[in-house]
């Protein structure tokens, strides 16, 4: 076997290595964001029990007539309370 | 001349039949047949008195359809005119549709219009001559023939509508066409028919008939409930409901009502009265057509209290009659739409039309890499599920262990339709063990994986749908097929086995026998025990006392031989307590028992730690339960020369007799009798299934897992060299 036909095979050997080293930095990169993925669909279903119990899909409710009017009038029901709870707060201080 | 004879179905029909039939005799009609279908009144004795030909038949073999066909082949007439009891020819009718049927050569059915009678409420009035003027106005579709108040011809293109109430036939057309054989619209269904097979019609205005169905209110809405019914069942028709538009509808309907009778200077006083009438009327009318169009929503005794026919479901659907030769037995047909879609055999037709997804290249050394991304595929569950148990002890603890694990649900025929992800993975935790992972229903959301995991055989063709896998394993708990008969099931179970996917079997036994049977390539793993519920509980043991898994519901466990076992020894041994578990239902048996529902394993473990005996029986792969036994100390009898030995081997601790009563009954006899027997048998059931853990078993199918991932290396690096 002449010299070159040796060195030219190390430097495959030696690019081969690199790849391979490549490759398994890559998968364990994909195992990773897996993980990561289903951990997040995970909590979700965690928080979201309930109203997939109950059969709610609050995307679906809220694309509905009058939703909207219904959050906005909740809304504006909801700063009257806090600027009725802010007057009292500030006339007991006083 | 051309010959024509009437054909009038009747039933009560006492009131106008008299009056009908003298005005036929004045028109000429040469051949009348009235068809009774079970009067009770005076229909018969005027019928035998007009002196026309009379037919009787059973209430139950009337249908719309059927019966005037029955008139048609019982009558020679070249027309055919068909009549209600309730319709009175005006003069003039039977000349008149001789002349419609004169008008072209095609003409194969005419029809005439309804007049209201001298006491019709003015909103039938109203309606039937503002509908039928209708016809009146339209001019022919395609030579524009109409003239005022002259016959229209309608041809293809045209208003199908006609009508039995006074309609006339060529018996030409009759013939070719017939009515279709169901109980409603059957005329509706021949105009269609009709005009589709290139025939025309005529709607003759001379040929009237006085008509008008005198009804309450309430009769009313019944009788709309059975024509739309009958409408959707002949054409589909759904009758559109909203209440804006209804109310709207209503509103401009009594006011036309309302304009109605002021032109016929009716006082004030009536006018008011009809005026209630006529809101409750269209009111109802909408509502009840609206149900009626809807109607196989209902169950099928409100649908015989909402038909003024007193129809149930199933006789709306158009049940056959019976009796008579004359009428065709053949029930009528039902229209069914598309519930489902997605079905198993759809994904199965897929599989085998497009094969298997192609598998992901694989790389080197995945199959020794520490995290896996394993993604399992399992039919649908239930609390107790004993496959699933086995699943989710395993996953989850290859979870524990750092994979990544997902859980996708294949449901292909709903039984999970009403739960959604969220509360299935919380059913998984409750029912099973703990997993921390996401949990799909379906496969919109599939991210690929490493090892995609089929665990039944209701999973496997979805699974070998799936893109982006390394490798595909089936973890398979039973000999599937023998779960049927021979049946769709059977073929398509065993038909998973067939696929290259390497199998983890859950006993020697079954890997022996995908191996053998199947040609596949399979391991097998050994059931776990959890130690910490089965265990000997601090109770004494009740002398002479037999526990038995009696699921009668799942044929493989043998319940039948099982109790005749029981009742053979309760005969030799009456001191013997048989104790009976695994149904809620309670068995019927030939010897006293005590029942126990299903329980939890906690209960279980107590139920065994103080029997004598156990029995749980396995025609197929052998179960966890005989484990739990003995880790609890109990000595239990199972079949022998099916699955246990490959497990425990021929005099392991389990005492085994072959599938016959008697020699079961010996068995669990030995274990009563012989007391060092059942305590060389309790002390090495213990000992035995020690080594048997869930952690054991986690090891076995994550090398299972590891060898799919393994095999596909070798092959790609074959195909490279």
């Known amino acids: 076997m002449s010299t070159a036909e040796t060195s030219s095979e190390r430097e495959l050997q030696a690019e081969n290595e690199i790849l391979r080293a490549r490759v398994a930095a890559l998968e364990s990169e994909l195992v990773e964001v897996q993980a990561r993925t289903n951990a997040v669909v995970a909590q979700w279903q965690e928080r979201a029990y309930w109203l997939d119990r109950w059969h709610l899909d609050l995307n679906a409710l809220m694309r509905k007539p009058g939703a909207a009017e219904l959050r906005g009038a909740l809304r504006a029901i909801r700063s009257v309370v806090r600027a009725y709870k802010r007057a009292r707060r500030s006339l007991s201080r006083s | ?393 395993i996953f989850s603890r290859l979870e524990r262990r750092g994979h990544t694990c997902s859980v996708w649900l294949a449901d292909y025929n709903g039984y999970a339709r009403d739960v959604w992800p969220a509360v299935l993975r919380e059913e998984i935790n409750e029912y099973f063990a703990p997993f921390k992972g996401p949990v799909y229903k379906g496969f919109a959301d599939w991210q690929g994986a490493d090892v995609a995991i089929a665990t039944g055989w209701q999973t496997v063709h979805a699974m070998l749908q799936l893109e982006r896998c390394r490798a595909r394993a089936y973890v398979v708990n039973d000999h599937e097929p023998e779960f049927y008969p021979a049946s769709v099931e059977q073929s398509l179970a065993a038909d998973t086995y067939r696929y290259d996917l390497h199998c983890i079997a859950a006993s020697p036994w079954l890997r022996d026998q995908l191996i053998e049977r199947y040609g596949a390539s399979a391991e097998a793993f050994q059931l776990g025990v959890d130690h910490n519920t089965y265990q000997p509980r601090p109770v004494a043991r009740r002398p002479a006392t037999v526990v038995y898994y009696a699921r009668y519901v799942t044929p493989r466990r043998a319940v039948p031989i099982g109790l005749m076992a029981l009742a053979e020894l309760k005969r030799r041994r009456p001191d013997v307590r048989i104790v009976l578990f695994g149904a809620n239902e309670v068995l019927h048996a030939s010897f006293p028992y005590e029942h126990v529902t299903v ?82 048998r309790s002390r090495e059931g213990i000992e035995f299934v020690a080594s048997h853990t869930w952690e054991h078993a986690t090891d076995e199918v994550e090398a299972g897992l590891r060898h799919a991932l393994r095999e596909r290396e070798a092959l790609a690096d074959t195909a490279i060299r």
């Open chain 2, 1 to 393: 001349m051309t010959s024509v004879a009437t054909v009038i179905p009747v039933k009560d029909g006492e009131r106008y039949l008299e009056e009908l039939l003298a005005a036929l005799a004045r028109e000429g009609v040469q051949e009348v047949l009235v068809i009774d279908s079970g009067s009770h009144d005076r229909s018969l004795e005027i019928a035998r008195a007009a002196g026309v030909e009379l037919l009787e038949i059973a209430p139950e073999q009337f249908s719309h359809g059927r019966t005037r066909n029955l008139g048609a082949e019982r009558t020679s007439g070249e027309l055919i005119c068909f009549l209600t009891q309730d319709a009175t020819p005006c003069p003039g009718w039977l000349a008149a549709y001789l002349d419609a049927f004169a008008l072209e050569q095609h003409v194969g059915a005419a029809y005439g219009p309804h007049l209201p009678r001298a006491d019709t409420s003015p909103m039938i009035a109203r309606e039937l001559t503002e509908f039928f003027a209708g016809f009146e106005a339209q001019p022919s579709g395609q030579n524009g023939n109409a003239r005022a108040h002259g016959p229209v011809v309608q041809r293809a293109g045209d208003v199908s509508f006609l009508s039995n109430v006074n309609a006339c036939y060529a018996r030409a057309c009759w013939e070719e066409i017939r009515f279709r054989d169901v109980r409603y619209s059957e005329d509706q269904a021949f105009g269609a028919d009709m005009l589709a097979a290139g025939w025309t019609k005529v709607y003759q205005p001379a040929a009237a008939v006085l008509h008008a169905h005198d009804y309450s209110t309430a009769e009313f809405m019944r009788r709309y409930f059975d024509e739309y019914r009958g409408l959707r069942q002949t054409s589909g028709h759904v009758e559109p409901f909203a209440i804006s538009a209804t109310a709207r509808h209503v509103l401009s309907e009594v006011a036309a009502d309302r304009r109605w009778m002021s032109e016929r200077d009716m006082d004030a006083a009536t006018r008011m009265r009809w005026t209630t009438r006529s809101l409750a009327h269209h009111a109802g009318r909408r509502v009840f057509s609206a149900i009626g169009s809807r109607s196989e929503r209902l169950p099928n005794a409100l649908h015989r209290r909402l038909s003024l026919e007193g129809r149930g479901a199933e006789a709306a659907n158009g049940q056959p009659a019976q009796g008579a030769g004359e009428v065709s037995p053949v029930p009528a047909t039902a229209q069914i739409e598309q519930k489902l879609s997605g079905e198993v055999y759809d994904v199965v037709a897929e599989v085998w039309r497009d094969g298997p997804a192609p598998l992901s290249d694989p790389v080197p050394g995945m199959a020794e890499r520490e995290r896996l991304r394993l993604a399992m595929v399992i039919p649908p569950f239930s609390r107790g599920s004993g496959g699933h148990n086995t699943l989710f002890q």
């Open chain 2, 599 to 680: 329980l939890s394993p906690e209960q279980l473990s107590w139920l065994y730690s103080e029997a004598t005996v156990g029995l749980c029986l396995s025609l197929t792969n052998f179960s966890l339960m005989p484990k739990e036994m003995l880790a609890c100390g109990l000595p239990c009898v199972e079949l022998a020369g099916i699955s246990a030995e490959s497990i425990f081997g021929t005099d392991g601790p389990l005492e085994l007799a072959s599938l016959d009563p008697n020699r079961l009954a010996d068995a669990m006899e030995r274990l009563l009798v012989d007391r060092e027997r059942w305590e060389r």
